[in-house]
């Protein structure tokens, strides 16, 4: 299926160079600024990861900040995915808001991966690098570009002065910054790490990403506690209120008080009015879905109606074979989250298995938003996880401290994560333990999923619900 596909986008246009065993390299020859990259994960996955990097004399974290940018907008405004941003820093210069490339990884629905068997994934990644060479082919009518005029880049015009100065006296000036104007394309630009938002003035590429984003005719929403939840295509965002609330304040700051529209990504939203553009960071995947779905469940039953459906579910672990068979579950769980490259058993159930159920390689940077130059886009780790479960005729509703050997288990494995998954709910003792611990930063993450983290997943695969279901089912 591989062969089939590299032949396929080779037709096409796309080079292809196997750069070693474990790597493909995917570009376009008249570009070589956009590469694509495919890493065997193992023998049943790949990881696909695209870069945008431009090599000039200038300064150029304008280009790497705005053209990946409009491009995942478009195709995130059609419905085909979202992706999660990893700026790549720029170590030479030592400037803490310049940029040295950007790293992008198309999220839902491939979270991440493609399945070298299911040719779904494949025509999904193959739709995507169909945008991008549509991307390539037009982007000079895109952003505005033309040929037969040169470039004009500079730090310092009365118009950039003014503009700029306004975004300041609206963030605060102790906010550190980096700023250019441009011609051809013609822009402004304004970025800043600290503050965690880029924005870019250009009336040609708002009014073309504003038309997409009101074009969007399958985006079904619902206002939530704390953000507006998105569904495109079965891919799900947020835009968080907060984050809105800003980018109207700066918007109307810099005397634009158009209507603003937006394009949510995994880490990263596309706020567009008549004249600015501005890229907030921020989560807003599917981890903040499921955040927001916890507020919902708590403020409303109507709003649980319509986003969960009227049915709970019951959970029937009456023995240990039942028990064992939540650690099967939870795996299957886990292999399907992006962040995750491989989950296995420690040992079989007759087995000891020393305080680790499962043992995970994970993505250390999923949660990053950005990297030093030269540093690896994805840092892989080791993740220890234990599963508890309360049985079903149990006097105990929750999982508290005296049933987690969470310290020894780290002093005794030294992983750079730990998880605990429950079938039920865990005490607030039990709580502070694991936030004490993430406090230290001894380990990279300490999460824990309780019995809404794995329901809101079941909902999400009725596939593994399907197996299971003589554990866990409807109510």
């Excluded at 790549?88 to 991440?112: C, K, R, T, V």
């Excluded at 995507?128 to 037969?148: E, K, S, T």
């Amino acid at each position: 299926m591989i062969e089939e596909f590299l032949e396929r986008i080779e037709n096409v246009g796309f080079s292809v160079t196997r750069r070693n065993e474990n790597q493909i390299f995917i570009g376009l020859d008249c570009c070589p600024q956009w590469r694509v990259f495919l890493e065997d994960i193992d023998d049943e996955k790949l990881s696909p990861v695209f870069y945008y990097r431009q090599q000039r004399i200038e300064e150029v974290t304008d280009l790497h900040a705005i053209v990946p940018t409009v491009f995942t907008a478009i195709t995130k405004a059609c419905g085909r995915s979202s992706f999660r941003f990893l700026g790549e820093h720029n170590d030479f210069s030592g400037i803490e808001d310049e940029l040295y490339g950007m790293y992008w990884f198309p999220a839902q629905p491939l979270n991440e991966r493609i399945r070298k068997n299911s040719k779904q994934d494949f025509e999904c990644f193959f739709d995507i690098l169909m945008d991008l060479y549509m991307f390539h082919m037009h982007q000079g009518n895109i952003l505005g570009a033309v040929g037969y005029c040169p470039e004009d880049f500079s730090f310092d015009s009365p118009e950039l002065n003014v503009w700029e100065s306004k975004i300041r006296g609206f963030i605060g000036e102790d906010e550190s910054y980096v700023s250019n104007i441009r011609m051809n394309p013609d822009w402004l630009f304004f970025r800043s790490f600290s503050a965690e938002f880029s924005v870019f003035k250009s009336s040609r590429i708002s009014s073309l990403l504003k038309d997409l984003a009101t074009r969007n005719n399958n985006a079904e929403s619902l206002n939530g506690v704390a953000s507006k939840v998105e569904l495109v295509n079965d891919i799900r965002t947020t835009i968080p209120f907060k984050d809105e609330k800003f980018a109207k304040g700066l918007v109307e700051a810099l005397g634009d008080m158009s209507e603003i529209e937006v394009i949510s990504q995994e880490n990263q939203l596309v706020f567009i009015s008549d004249h600015h553009v501005v890229i907030k960071f921020s989560n807003c995947g599917a981890e903040s879905v499921s955040e927001e779905k916890k507020l919902i469940r708590l403020r409303q039953q109507k709003e649980i109606s319509l986003l969960f459906g009227d049915q709970q579910f019951e959970w029937n672990i009456i023995d240990r074979q039942a028990s064992a068979e939540f650690e099967d579950l939870t795996l299957e769980l886990l292999n399907r989250e992006p962040w995750i490259f491989s989950a296995k058993k420690v040992a079989p159930t007759n087995q000891g298995d020393n305080g680790r159920d499962l043992i995970c390689e994970y993505n250390m940077l999923y949660h990053e938003n950005r990297v030093s130059k030269g540093n690896e886009s994805v840092k892989l780790g080791k993740m220890i996880v234990q599963c508890k479960t309360n049985l079903k005729h149990s006097k105990k509703s929750s999982i508290g401290k005296s049933d987690v050997d969470m310290a020894n288990t780290i002093f005794d494995y030294r992983p750079d994560g730990y998880m605990l998954v429950v079938n039920t709910q865990i005490t607030r003792d039990l709580t502070e333990m694991l936030e004490r611990q993430s406090d230290r930063k001894e380990q990279n993450a300490i999460l824990w999923w309780n019995a809404f983290d794995i329901e809101d997943r079941l909902r999400m695969h009725p596939d593994i619900l399907a197996r299971y279901r003589h554990i866990v089912n409807y109510a």
